[in-house]
């Protein structure tokens, strides 16, 4: 396990597309979420201790604020091969176990983390109504053998804002977590993680 902070790819970029199967094998696309208040993109995955000690505030976050308006999605972009943990069919049972209420998609080329500038698990985009990034950051200060608590305030905080049509706060800190485990020779230029 190597802790690896999130890139902070700049703020107001586009989001990039997608076309990814969903753990039902449904393809799921970026023009999907067009109606929606917003859009958080998550780069989780099954075996990252970092995204265990949150799933319970993410399936949480989903709840809540899908019923907002807001459209969620989570996507795994780790190399299965080398982590079968993490495989096609082991995402459909961790999104049952957890009660993920969001798709759960999986990114098998990796194409779409890099698209994302996606760097750990879990790393957490968050668009407005036009698609443009308005946080990129961490859930909250809390981390595996801390003992800050769960509460997902630095993202609710975000959501927050941006359902309320405030502008979101441009202090925004890194998530930490677990690289992304990249297929052999496929690490994207600005990933500097091990």
Same mark, same amino acid.
Not at 63 to 75: D, L, P, S, T
Not at 99 to 124: R, S
Not at 138 to 156: E, I, Y
């Given at each position: 396990?190597? &802790?690896? #902070?999130?890139?902070?790819?700049?703020?107001?970029?586009?989001?990039?597309? $997608?076309?990814?199967?969903?753990?039902?094998?449904?393809?799921?696309?970026?023009?999907?979420?067009?109606?929606?208040?917003? !859009?958080?993109?998550? $780069?989780?995955?099954?075996? /990252?201790?970092?995204?265990?000690?949150?799933? *319970?505030?993410? +399936?949480?976050?989903?709840?809540?604020?899908?019923?907002?308006?807001?459209?969620?999605?989570?996507?795994?972009?780790?190399? *299965?091969?080398?982590?079968?943990?993490?495989?096609?069919?082991?995402?459909?049972?961790? #999104?049952?176990?957890?009660?993920?209420? $969001?798709?759960?998609?999986?990114?098998? +080329?990796?194409?779409?983390?890099?698209?994302?500038?996606? *760097? /750990?698990?879990?790393? $957490?985009?968050?668009?407005?109504?036009?698609?443009?990034?308005?946080?990129?950051?961490?859930?909250?200060?809390?981390?595996?053998?801390?003992?800050?608590?769960? +509460?997902?305030?630095?993202?609710?905080?975000? !959501?927050?804002? &941006?359902?309320?049509?405030?502008?979101?706060?441009?202090?925004?800190?890194?998530?930490?977590? /677990?690289?992304?485990?990249?297929?052999?020779?496929?690490?994207?230029?600005?990933? +500097?993680?091990?």
């Amino acid at each position: 396990m190597v &802790l690896t #902070a999130s890139t902070m790819l700049a703020l107001g970029a586009s989001a990039p597309s $997608f076309v990814l199967p969903d753990t039902n094998r449904n393809i799921v696309r970026l023009e999907d979420f067009k109606d929606a208040a917003g !859009l958080l993109v998550m $780069f989780l995955c099954n075996h /990252c201790p970092y995204v265990k000690h949150v799933q *319970a505030e993410l +399936t949480a976050l989903g709840r809540e604020y899908m019923a907002k308006g807001v459209a969620m999605v989570a996507i795994s972009s780790n190399d *299965a091969n080398a982590y079968p943990d993490d495989s096609f069919d082991r995402m459909g049972e961790e #999104a049952r176990q957890a009660g993920y209420p $969001f798709p759960y998609l999986y990114d098998e +080329t990796q194409e779409v983390a890099k698209a994302y500038h996606a *760097a /750990c698990t879990p790393d $957490f985009f968050l668009f407005n109504q036009n698609l443009e990034l308005v946080y990129r950051g961490q859930l909250d200060d809390s981390r595996p053998g801390r003992s800050v608590p769960v +509460t997902g305030h630095d993202l609710r905080g975000a !959501l927050d804002a &941006l359902l309320a049509g405030r502008p979101v706060s441009p202090e925004q800190k890194p998530s930490m977590g /677990c690289n992304i485990k990249w297929l052999p020779g496929n690490a994207p230029a600005y990933f +500097t993680g091990g």
